[in-house]
């Protein structure tokens, strides 16, 4: 969340406060009390219920929702399905990662951090600060960033392993269908064939891991809500 949002949530606690500090006690009512605190836990367990359970692992609404405003504070949209499947896949990887004893360490971590940082002539400490601001936890941050890295680097020691090369007949190919679908106006294949090379090579990338994905899914249990 943002700081501003931070600053919202406690005015209005405190306008609460106020408010029932200025209104007279009524006469307590204890069986009252009881089913008003009741349907609170109740509405809180409504708001916050399990929208999925992969091999025993809870992955909640709230959850759900958290990602669907990350996308949103990216300037994407996806719905809760969407924002499921992702949370879904990214618990069967973690779960997988795990169990083959791979892990990221802090200190690469940090190291992958401080070069991302470095790039915008930011330091580690200043990047601490605006965490901070924001009322976001830097230890929370780093153990999402070394999960975001056990998956990369999960991916690519498996990617290895497969071939991703774009034979040139393939890349003719690929050349001469999209010059029929522009109608004959484009460059020559010479001088696109690098960018094709390159975008060919990422669709066969992305069909390994979409593969290696879905063999994963089905090997493991899971259970919508």
Same mark, same amino acid.
């Given at each position: #969340?943002?700081?501003? /949002?931070?600053?919202?949530?406690?005015? *209005?606690? *405190?306008?609460?406060?106020?408010?029932?500090?200025?209104?007279?006690?009524?006469?307590?009512?204890?069986? @009252?009390?009881?089913?008003?605190? $009741?349907?609170?836990? &109740?509405?809180?367990?409504?708001?916050? $219920?399990?929208?999925?359970?992969?091999?025993?692992? @809870?992955?909640?609404?709230?959850?759900?929702?958290?990602? +669907?405003?990350?996308?949103?504070?990216?300037?994407?949209?996806?719905?809760?399905? %969407?924002?499921?499947? $992702?949370?879904?896949?990214?618990?069967?990887?973690?779960?997988?990662?795990?169990?083959?004893?791979?892990?990221?360490?802090?200190?690469?971590? %940090?190291?992958?951090? @401080?070069?991302?940082?470095? $790039?915008?002539?930011?330091?580690? =400490?200043?990047?601490?600060?605006?965490?901070? #601001? +924001?009322?976001?936890?830097? /230890?929370?941050? *780093?153990?999402?960033?070394?999960?975001?890295?056990?998956?990369?680097?999960?991916?690519?020691?498996?990617?290895?392993?497969?071939?991703?090369?774009?034979? &040139? %007949? =393939?890349?003719?190919?690929?050349? @001469?269908?999209?010059?029929?679908? /522009?109608?004959?106006?484009?460059?020559?294949?010479?001088? *696109?064939?690098?960018?094709?090379?390159?975008? #060919?090579?990422? =669709?066969?990338?992305?069909?390994?891991?979409?593969?290696? #994905?879905?063999?994963?899914?089905?090997?493991?249990?899971?259970?919508?809500?």
């Amino acid at each position: #969340m943002e700081k501003t /949002k931070y600053l919202i949530a406690i005015a *209005l606690a *405190l306008s609460v406060v106020l408010i029932v500090g200025c209104t007279p006690p009524e006469s307590p009512d204890i069986e @009252e009390n009881e089913t008003t605190s $009741q349907e609170r836990d &109740d509405s809180a367990n409504e708001k916050n $219920q399990v929208a999925a359970i992969v091999n025993g692992e @809870e992955i909640t609404t709230n959850t759900v929702k958290e990602m +669907q405003q990350t996308y949103s504070q990216q300037g994407q949209q996806v719905s809760e399905e %969407e924002a499921l499947e $992702q949370l879904v896949n990214r618990e069967i990887i973690l779960q997988e990662i795990k169990e083959k004893g791979l892990s990221v360490s802090t200190e690469e971590a %940090e190291n992958n951090i @401080e070069a991302q940082l470095a $790039q915008q002539n930011a330091t580690l =400490e200043q990047y601490k600060q605006s965490l901070k #601001m +924001q009322g976001i936890s830097y /230890k929370e941050q *780093l153990a999402s960033i070394k999960q975001d890295l056990a998956i990369q680097n999960y991916f690519n020691s498996l990617l290895d392993n497969i071939n991703l090369s774009v034979s &040139d %007949e =393939e890349a003719r190919q690929f050349y @001469e269908g999209y010059k029929q679908q /522009k109608g004959g106006n484009i460059s020559s294949y010479e001088e *696109l064939k690098p960018q094709m090379i390159l975008a #060919m090579q990422q =669709e066969k990338q992305q069909q390994a891991i979409n593969e290696i #994905m879905n063999q994963l899914r089905e090997n493991a249990t899971i259970e919508y809500k």
